[in-house]
């Protein structure tokens, strides 16, 4: 099995930072990553990339030579580079080995919750050479600060949830600048919980420009409230422990923390709602220890039972 993450988000909210400062801690981790580059808008990568879609099409020749602008032109590489994919394959094989897999996608945030060939993409994948994925949706933390750009942020993380079907961790990126665009209206907690937006409700309607499209935002709160399924974590790049919190979480839900243990439910029950221990490299001593609480409890049950 390959483990990886397929990093989404709209332009601006950091997906290229993320990529890079990623890779980097998780080489420090003793991790072999590789950074598979599939924006081809993106042409000032500040990471060294194992797979570049360049190579293949650039957004810039697709707009001189079908007359297409930004958004057309993303969306027709990655039609091209889905009839194309077994270029992208044949370049991933040699990485299947011993790497963690990182996908830049572009920013254009119709490609995760209307088109389809993204998506398609990334299940083909899958399924023909066994991945492991995790989509991380950044979202600036900035929308923060304006109750109708984060209404709008929920949306768009619910609906790209939906479409993608695979496991997913929302994020608030640049979390350490969320000071400088002012005082939020409520605690941070309120926005990465997302629990009870009748008082998001309350102060959007004190804004002129939102109180008329009160009723639809009552109406979008409660589809988002009723679905139950998005919340986010925080994220400051530059900060190792901000980002050992995230890989972490990620870790939990492509499975990557139980990579090579073979131990029984009730041994990966405890993994899952237990701590997470940055040294998944003793895997023979995690190993044996749950299997060796899985037959005292064993004992245990049978002695009862007699």
Same mark, same amino acid.
């Given at each position: 099995?390959?483990?990886?993450?397929?990093?989404?988000?709209?332009?601006?909210?950091?997906?290229?930072?993320?990529?890079?400062?990623?890779?980097?801690?998780?080489?420090?981790?003793?991790?072999?990553?590789?950074?598979?580059?599939?924006?081809?808008?993106?042409?000032?990568?500040?990471?060294?990339?194992?797979?570049?879609?360049?190579?293949?099409?650039?957004?810039?020749?697709?707009?001189?030579?079908?007359?297409?602008?930004?958004?057309?032109?993303?969306?027709?590489?990655?039609?091209?580079?889905?009839?194309?994919?077994?270029?992208?394959?044949?370049?991933?094989?040699?990485?299947?080995?011993?790497?963690?897999?990182?996908?830049?996608?572009?920013?254009?945030?119709?490609?995760?919750?209307? #088109?389809?060939?993204?998506?398609?993409?990334?299940?083909?994948?899958?399924?023909? =050479?066994?991945?492991?994925?995790?989509?991380?949706?950044?979202?600036?933390? #900035?929308?923060?600060?304006?109750?109708?750009?984060?209404?709008?942020?929920?949306?768009?993380?619910?609906?790209?949830?939906?479409?993608?079907?695979?496991? #997913?961790?929302?994020?608030?990126?640049?979390?350490? =600048?969320?000071?400088?665009?002012?005082?939020?209206?409520?605690?941070?907690?309120?926005?990465?919980?997302?629990?009870?937006?009748?008082?998001?409700?309350?102060?959007?309607?004190?804004?002129?420009?939102?109180?008329?499209?009160?009723?639809?935002?009552?109406? =979008?709160?409660?589809?988002?409230?009723?679905?139950? =399924?998005?919340?986010?974590?925080?994220?400051?790049?530059?900060?190792? %422990?901000?980002?050992?919190?995230?890989?972490?979480?990620?870790?939990?839900?492509?499975?990557?923390?139980?990579?090579?243990?073979?131990?029984?439910?009730?041994?990966?029950?405890?993994?899952?709602?237990?701590?997470?221990?940055?040294?998944?490299?003793?895997?023979?001593?995690?190993?044996?220890?749950?299997?060796?609480?899985? %037959?005292?409890?064993?004992?245990?049950?049978?002695?009862?039972?007699?």
């Amino acid at each position: 099995m390959v483990f990886g993450q397929v990093v989404i988000g709209p332009p601006g909210s950091g997906k290229t930072t993320y990529c890079n400062g990623m890779s980097q801690f998780l080489q420090l981790i003793g991790r072999k990553v590789a950074v598979i580059n599939l924006d081809p808008a993106n042409d000032a990568l500040p990471y060294e990339c194992a797979v570049n879609i360049e190579d293949l099409i650039k957004l810039s020749d697709v707009m001189v030579e079908h007359s297409l602008g930004p958004n057309g032109g993303l969306v027709y590489c990655m039609d091209y580079l889905m009839k194309n994919i077994d270029w992208l394959e044949s370049r991933l094989k040699p990485l299947l080995k011993e790497h963690y897999l990182l996908f830049d996608f572009p920013g254009q945030v119709e490609l995760f919750f209307l #088109h389809e060939n993204a998506k398609n993409m990334i299940m083909e994948l899958i399924k023909k =050479l066994d991945l492991r994925l995790t989509a991380v949706h950044l979202v600036d933390a #900035h929308l923060c600060s304006d109750p109708g750009k984060y209404v709008s942020a929920l949306l768009l993380s619910l609906s790209t949830m939906l479409h993608l079907e695979l496991p #997913h961790v929302n994020v608030l990126s640049k979390i350490d =600048l969320i000071e400088s665009y002012g005082k939020l209206a409520f605690n941070l907690d309120f926005y990465t919980d997302v629990q009870d937006l009748s008082y998001l409700q309350n102060a959007l309607s004190q804004d002129p420009r939102s109180a008329k499209y009160r009723k639809l935002t009552k109406e =979008l709160c409660e589809v988002i409230e009723d679905y139950g =399924l998005v919340n986010f974590t925080t994220l400051d790049i530059q900060d190792k %422990e901000s980002v050992g919190n995230l890989v972490k979480l990620i870790d939990k839900s492509n499975g990557y923390i139980f990579a090579g243990i073979d131990a029984s439910a009730v041994g990966f029950s405890k993994i899952a709602v237990g701590p997470v221990d940055w040294d998944y490299y003793r895997v023979a001593a995690v190993q044996e220890k749950y299997i060796k609480d899985d %037959e005292d409890f064993d004992m245990t049950r049978n002695s009862d039972t007699k």
